[in-house]
Structures are given as C-alpha cells and as structure tokens.
C-alpha cells in the first residue's frame, strides 16, 4: 500500500508482509538476501518488462530490490511486497523484498535519507539504471553515492549523448559498469580467438544496424584499437533496427578475418577459406545484468577501453 516515506515505517510493513506470508505458507518460507539492488527507473519504463527482469535476478542473486522510479507523480509516494518462488522439488517457497518509491525530480533531494535507513546492513549495494543520461542527473548523484557499483546500459542512446553522460558518470566514487560492454563479451572473445592468426594488418571495419552510431560499435573499435592495433571504420549497414536481444553489431572485418551474423543468434567466422559457426544467444536484461553482477572488483579492461573512448570524443 502507499504511505509517507519513512524508512522505519517501511520496515515496519515489510515486517507485517513477512508475518502473513509465513503464516499462509503451508511449507514455510525461507527470508534470502545476498545485496541491496537499487533500481532507477523513469516514468515510462514498462513495470511489467522492468518486473519480470528483477525476479528473474533475484533467483541468483536474492536480494532487496528499491525501486526508484523518477517522475511519477508530484509527490514522494512508497510502497512494499514480497516476492516469493517455489524451487524446484521444494516445498519451501524463498521471498525476497520489493520497496518501490516514486518521486518527482524536484523532490529527489528527499530520498537519499529514506533508502539509507533502507540498505542492508553489511551488504553490498548496486545500482542499476537502463538510462544513462537519467543515471548522470546531477538530482540523482546523492543515490549513487549510497552503492559500491553503478551498472547503467548506453546501448538504448546515441553515442554522442551516451558519451557525455558516462564522462560524467565516471568522476563518481563508485565502480561503473556498462551493459553495452557486456554485450560485445562473446565478439570480442571470438576475436581474440582469430586474431593469433589473422595479424593486426589490413582492412578494419565495424558494421551495424540501426540508426545513430552505437556503443557497441564504439567500444569494440576501442578495444580493437588498444588490444591489437586495429583502426577500424564504423559503418551502418542496415537503418533497421535489430529484433529485441539481437545486439546490434552485423560483421566485423580485420584484414583477412571476417566475422559476420547471418541470423539472430548465428555467427561465422571466416578466415583464409574456412569457416566455423558459432552460437551468440540472444541477450536478455536479466542475462547481462546476473553477468555483471557476477563481476567483482573493477574491470581494468573496461577502464582502459572507456578512458580510450572518452579521450577520442
């Protein structure tokens, strides 16, 4: 139900929803948590899609989830569940805690008290917002500085508009992670995996689909540039956007190396004549999101590659 935002209060009502879930649970219920996960959301992101994502986390990575959704409303609004699954060949169900709480921007300043008496105590605390430049409003840098990593996903802007909000971003405290990264894990272990034998000579160019220069493009050029020596051109090959979870890298070509998707989740990789079929599958929020949150401490390639990025812009 909604209420005024007082952390104590909160508390007090997931107290009382743990106390009727237990008692309507036949076969007991098990209280999980491993981290805070906070999540920053504007008005018109989709809570069915943003939903199904954050339980299907908190099957590997319980946790309290806050949801901070930005804009709605014109005053600071809370309220609180459970979220139970039944795994399989048990009869205990495991729930975790949901906290959502909407705020106007104007109103932002009156949060960061709220979700500090809201963190678990000795729990790391993440912070996951799709949009990047919603991320690097100056209203929202009090919330950021509350977790230890910062995990936004540039793949959904341009990447002018991306770049500016992650040179931003960057001067914080916390460990930045970027989704569009984690997209372009398997090309660029693919590549590696070419390269021994392809050289760093020739030709280099990045294709893609879609319309504004992506990310993707952007990081993988950089990282091809640092690991290897490449300077490859971008080029769009296709204005239509990808089907959802596609990516929306098309070919990469490095001098006699030529990787190229000829379907959703089909890559071949052809050099000096043969060829070898590779499965990318298709890449879901939840998917990336249980990857990074898998990562621990910084990821000195990362650093590298965005400070390449930023330099160049």
């Not at 399989?88 to 709220?114: D, K, M, N, T, W």
């Not at 929202?140 to 802007?157: E, F, H, K, M, Q």
């Not at 249980?290 to 965005?306: I, T, Y």
Request: proline share 5%.
């Amino acid at each position: 139900m909604s209420t005024a935002v007082d952390a104590g209060r909160l508390l007090a009502e997931l107290n009382e929803n743990w106390r009727l879930t237990g008692k309507e649970s036949s076969g007991g219920v098990l209280r999980a948590c491993s981290m805070t996960l906070l999540v920053v959301a504007g008005e018109n992101e989709d809570p069915q899609q943003l939903g199904e994502t954050l339980a299907s986390i908190m099957h590997e990575y319980p946790n309290r989830t806050i949801v901070l959704r930005v804009g709605a409303g014109s005053t600071v609004e809370a309220r609180t569940s459970i979220q139970c699954w039944m795994p399989f060949g048990r009869g205990q169900q495991v729930c975790c805690e949901q906290i959502e709480i909407s705020a106007p921007r104007a109103a932002l300043e009156e949060v960061p008290p709220v979700l500090l008496g809201l963190m678990v105590a000795d729990l790391p605390v993440a912070v996951w917002c799709r949009d990047a430049r919603l991320a690097a409003l100056a209203e929202l840098a009090p919330v950021l500085r509350l977790a230890g990593n910062v995990i936004v996903d540039t793949s959904r802007c341009d990447s002018t508009l991306a770049i500016q909000s992650l040179r931003d971003l960057r001067q914080g405290p916390w460990r930045l992670a970027d989704l569009a990264w984690t997209r372009i894990t398997r090309w660029r272990q693919r590549i590696a995996q070419g390269l021994g034998a392809a050289g760093a000579a020739g030709e280099a160019c990045l294709c893609y689909s879609g319309s504004g220069e992506p990310m993707v493009a952007v990081y993988l050029a950089a990282w091809l540039r640092l690991a290897a020596g490449f300077i490859p051109r971008l080029e769009c090959e296709d204005p239509a956007e990808p089907a959802p979870g596609m990516g929306r890298l098309r070919a990469v070509r490095l001098g006699h190396l030529e990787l190229r998707r000829i379907a959703p989740t089909v890559v071949v990789t052809s050099r000096a004549g043969a060829s070898s079929t590779d499965v990318f599958p298709l890449l879901s929020d939840a998917g990336l999101l249980r990857e990074e949150l898998g990562v621990f401490g910084r990821d000195p390639q990362f650093e590298a590659v965005l400070q390449a990025v930023l330099e160049a812009a």
